[in-house]
């Protein structure tokens, strides 16, 4: 049994804005299940819910470069795992959690270097970790503060550091003019936190973290390469021996039809009334026409040019001249919520499209949809096309990352090429399957019967702390 402490920006249920948060809200309860004792720190932002359950432990006093903030230790556990926040409402107490209104805040590099050195200073004072899991930018610190302290503090000194990539688009990259903020100026080299004259968080992670992993093997591959690499491909191939690629897995808890609250009416594979029920109740909420027969393609995605919808807005019109409906969550960039906005408006009886972020639809498109559409340019891992397996709604995805490594012709439709054309082939594709009823229903029941449940996954991170 190890002690593990993670460090992250969001976890679902407390803060979420994407993936992410899913992975912290599930790996760490997983883990304890297998009996490893895990700590999970992040923020208390303005958002965060706890409910008042909250044990409010601590006062830390923390040091970044020249400055100097005083934080509460607010813990809750939750599954047998300790959720400890960092309450400093100066650095945190706000709406968003790394921007608002599309704008990032603007002292993020401190916010998220005071996030590592709180951390630290939980693992001196509240929970000494065998293994430090670091996850993504906003953790990218933890490793060359540690590295920095770790000389000082008997002991930290034998533990190891675990760094996860869950999306090598975002790098926490600052001005150099910020480096006196975060006291790491001795750190600034090529082979350290520089990177083509900025501060890079994640690249500072990887370089310093004893293990890296990424969360599917294809990712792993990929991001060694020049196409999906964001400029760190090299760096990521001078340590190809440290990077592992291990899948996420899918909460079940929080995301299957058999006891979803989100629906009126559960269903499972071997009954599936429910799920043409959902449809109904779907298309009926969103005020399109209530025709069955017609496939229902659903897209629920933060609208980030990660995620491809370049691809749909080429071929928007010829998508909606095809026989089917198109339900559309999201948001984020502005060009893709107008896009979607516009061809909702010129195709009301089968285009819907909600600008926003809801829970609820979201698991009731899950449910109420008979395809589920993810043409993503990268993914490092994709959670909805493991949810859509479960609920029966067939992935229609691009060959890249967790959908590559996800999902195969036996329970979904792929296209590989990253074109309009390519898309539109497997989406015509999908749609002739779809008038072979009989086996459609076997190619629904395949995908529901595919197991991604986080036990393997937790396994393997447990044999990657124990080989540490
Ligand atoms: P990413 O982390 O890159 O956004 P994932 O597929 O790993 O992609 O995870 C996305 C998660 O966020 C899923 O749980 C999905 O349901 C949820 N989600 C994304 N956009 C919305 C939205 N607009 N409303 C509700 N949930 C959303
Ligand atoms: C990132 C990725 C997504 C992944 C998630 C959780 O947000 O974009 O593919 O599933 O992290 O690891």
Same mark, same amino acid.
């Given at each position: 049994?190890?002690?593990?402490?993670?460090?992250?920006?969001?976890?679902?249920? @407390?803060?979420?804005?994407?993936?992410?948060?899913?992975?912290?809200?599930?790996?760490?309860?997983?883990?304890?299940?297998?009996?490893?004792?895990?700590?999970?720190?992040?923020?208390?932002?303005?958002?965060?819910?706890?409910?008042?359950?909250?044990?409010?432990?601590?006062?830390?006093?923390?040091?970044?470069?020249?400055?100097?903030?005083?934080?509460? /230790?607010?813990?809750?556990?939750?599954?047998?795992?300790?959720?400890?926040?960092?309450?400093?409402?100066?650095?945190?107490?706000?709406?968003?959690?790394? %921007?608002?209104?599309?704008?990032?805040?603007?002292?993020?590099?401190?916010?998220?270097?005071?996030?590592?050195?709180?951390?630290?200073?939980?693992?001196?004072?509240?929970?000494?970790?065998?293994?430090?899991?670091?996850?993504?930018?906003?953790?990218?610190?933890?490793?060359?503060?540690?590295?920095?302290?770790?000389?000082?503090?008997?002991?930290?000194?034998?533990?190891?550091?675990?760094?996860? /990539?869950?999306?090598?688009?975002?790098?926490?990259?600052?001005?150099?003019?910020?480096?006196?903020?975060?006291?790491?100026?001795?750190?600034?080299?090529?082979?350290?936190?520089?990177?083509?004259?900025?501060?890079?968080?994640?690249?500072?992670?990887?370089?310093?973290?004893?293990?890296?992993?990424?969360?599917?093997?294809?990712?792993?591959?990929?991001?060694?390469?020049?196409?999906?690499?964001?400029?760190?491909?090299?760096?990521?191939?001078?340590?190809?021996?440290?990077?592992?690629?291990?899948?996420?897995?899918?909460?079940?808890?929080?995301? %299957?039809?058999?006891?979803?609250?989100?629906?009126?009416?559960?269903?499972?594979?071997?009954?599936?009334?429910?799920?043409? @029920?959902?449809?109904?109740?779907?298309?009926?909420?969103? =005020?399109?026409?209530? %025709?069955?027969?017609?496939?229902? /393609? =659903?897209?629920?995605?933060?609208?980030?040019?990660?995620?491809? @919808?370049?691809?749909?807005?080429?071929?928007?019109?010829?998508?909606?001249?095809?026989?089917?409906?198109?339900?559309?969550?999201?948001? =984020?960039?502005?060009?893709?919520?107008?896009?979607?906005?516009?061809?909702?408006?010129?195709?009301?009886?089968?285009?819907?499209?909600? /600008?926003?972020?809801?829970?609820?639809?979201?698991?009731?498109?899950?449910?109420?949809?008979?395809?589920?559409?993810?043409?993503?340019?990268?993914?490092?891992?994709?959670?909805?096309?493991?949810?859509?397996?479960?609920?029966?709604?067939?992935?229609?995805?691009?060959?890249? =990352?967790?959908?590559?490594?996800?999902?195969?012709?036996?329970?979904? @439709?792929?296209?590989?090429?990253?074109?309009?054309?390519?898309?539109?082939?497997?989406?015509?594709?999908?749609?002739?399957?779809?008038?072979?009823?009989?086996?459609?229903?076997?190619?629904?029941?395949?995908?529901?019967?595919?197991?991604?449940?986080?036990?393997?996954?937790?396994?393997?991170?447990?044999?990657?702390?124990?080989?540490?």
């Amino acid at each position: 049994m190890s002690r593990v402490l993670m460090v992250t920006a969001e976890a679902t249920p @407390f803060v979420k804005t994407g993936g992410l948060a899913d992975v912290l809200g599930a790996l760490p309860p997983a883990l304890a299940g297998i009996g490893e004792e895990v700590c999970v720190v992040m923020p208390r932002y303005g958002s965060t819910s706890l409910r008042g359950e909250e044990r409010i432990l601590h006062e830390l006093p923390l040091t970044v470069g020249p400055h100097t903030f005083t934080a509460a /230790i607010d813990e809750v556990q939750r599954e047998g795992v300790r959720y400890l926040f960092v309450d400093c409402p100066l650095l945190y107490g706000r709406g968003g959690v790394y %921007n608002e209104g599309g704008v990032d805040y603007p002292d993020n590099h401190l916010r998220f270097a005071a996030l590592n050195q709180a951390a630290l200073e939980i693992a001196r004072s509240i929970f000494t970790p065998d293994i430090f899991h670091a996850h993504d930018w906003p953790a990218g610190l933890l490793a060359p503060y540690l590295r920095e302290t770790r000389a000082a503090d008997s002991s930290l000194q034998s533990a190891k550091c675990v760094m996860t /990539i869950h999306n090598l688009g975002y790098q926490g990259l600052f001005p150099r003019s910020q480096l006196g903020d975060i006291g790491l100026s001795r750190l600034f080299h090529p082979e350290g936190l520089e990177f083509w004259g900025q501060i890079n968080y994640l690249k500072a992670g990887i370089v310093w973290s004893d293990a890296v992993t990424t969360v599917s093997p294809a990712y792993a591959q990929e991001i060694q390469t020049p196409e999906y690499g964001f400029g760190l491909d090299g760096v990521l191939r001078a340590r190809a021996a440290k990077i592992t690629g291990i899948l996420n897995g899918a909460d079940y808890a929080e995301w %299957n039809p058999e006891h979803d609250p989100h629906l009126r009416r559960r269903y499972s594979a071997r009954n599936l009334s429910g799920k043409r @029920f959902a449809k109904q109740a779907l298309l009926k909420e969103l =005020g399109l026409p209530l %025709n069955l027969k017609r496939p229902l /393609i =659903g897209i629920v995605s933060r609208f980030a040019d990660q995620k491809g @919808f370049d691809l749909v807005a080429e071929v928007a019109d010829q998508l909606a001249a095809e026989d089917l409906a198109l339900v559309v969550l999201g948001s =984020g960039e502005r060009r893709f919520e107008s896009m979607f906005r516009a061809l909702a408006h010129s195709h009301p009886a089968k285009v819907y499209a909600r /600008i926003g972020y809801d829970n609820g639809l979201a698991h009731r498109i899950e449910a109420g949809a008979d395809m589920f559409l993810m043409p993503s340019r990268y993914e490092p891992c994709g959670l909805s096309q493991l949810y859509s397996l479960r609920y029966g709604t067939v992935p229609i995805v691009r060959a890249t =990352g967790g959908l590559e490594d996800t999902v195969d012709e036996s329970t979904g @439709f792929k296209f590989h090429d990253y074109s309009a054309d390519a898309l539109l082939d497997s989406v015509q594709r999908a749609l002739a399957a779809w008038q072979d009823r009989k086996s459609w229903l076997e190619r629904m029941r395949r995908g529901m019967a595919r197991d991604f449940s986080w036990e393997a996954s937790a396994a393997a991170y447990q044999r990657l702390y124990r080989s540490l």
